[in-house]
């Protein structure tokens, strides 16, 4: 069974102490690994897609990477504004524009 | 987000009343979901379209259905509502495999 699942549930971090969340998938075959965030009370906002194993993107503070079997979502520096919920889905060989989801990273940056 | 509204934000209805959710995007996505989210289980997608009149179930379809006759607008019904229908519904869109956009969300509470 295709499966995606996202550590640590939760990450209380001081401002400027980087740090990574995982996102851990089993599936049949991968077409894309989605990044989102979510801030309270709103839909998910696209971060990051990637495609194949080595490839990374970056975004402000945020750096995203991917292996065969996972991916990090690396953040340098956090600022309080960085504080949410990130999820990570993807998207497989046999789906028809289905994402298979997380259950979320609560990100919680203190100034 | 811009390109997707969601309507209403917020609602309350009893139990074993009819619902109606409503999704309209100004994008002319081929695709539209809707998603529900609960503490602890993430995104479960209910329904999804991929084009007008063209609908297909998700991975928790019971005691809902959707409508979709034109490409901009996409009904979620809770047919008779019950409490554990009580979450925040997402629609989303997308044109491709590249990243959803999704809306503002509907908090419904079934009481």
């Known amino acids: 069974e295709d499966q995606v699942t996202q550590s640590p549930e939760a990450l209380r971090l001081q401002e400027g102490e980087s740090s990574s969340l995982n996102c851990s998938y089993t599936?049949?075959?991968?077409?894309?690994l989605f990044w989102y965030r979510q801030d309270p009370g709103k839909g998910p906002e696209f971060l990051f897609t990637?495609?194949?194993?080595?490839e990374e993107k970056e975004k402000e503070r945020l750096k995203a990477t991917l292996t065969k079997k996972e991916s990090f979502l690396h953040i340098t520096a956090p600022k309080p504004e960085d504080s949410a919920t990130y999820l990570c889905?993807?998207?497989?060989?046999?789906?028809?524009?289905?994402?298979?989801w997380g259950a979320g990273t609560k990100l919680i940056i203190k100034p | 987000d811009a390109g997707i509204t969601q309507s209403p934000r917020h609602k309350v209805t009893e139990t074993g009343t009819p619902v109606t959710l409503r999704c309209h995007q100004t994008?002319?996505?081929?695709?539209m979901y809707w998603y529900r989210q609960d503490p602890g289980h993430g995104l479960r997608l209910i329904h999804y379209?991929?084009?007008?009149?063209?609908?297909d179930k998700g991975e928790v379809s019971d005691g809902y259905s959707v409508s979709r006759s034109k490409t901009e607008d996409f009904l979620l019904t809770l047919e008779s509502a019950t409490s554990s229908q009580t979450s925040v519904y997402f629609c989303?869109?997308?044109?491709?495999?590249?990243?959803?956009?999704f809306g503002s969300g509907t908090r419904l509470t079934v009481v």
């Open positions: 989303a869109i997308s044109a491709s495999a590249d990243g959803y956009t």
């Open positions: 994008e002319n996505h081929r695709y």
């Open positions: 379209s991929y084009g007008v009149k063209d609908t």
């Open positions: 599936v049949s075959g991968l077409r894309g």
């Open positions: 990637l495609y194949s194993a080595g």
């Open positions: 889905a993807v998207l497989t060989m046999d789906s028809n524009y289905q994402l298979i």
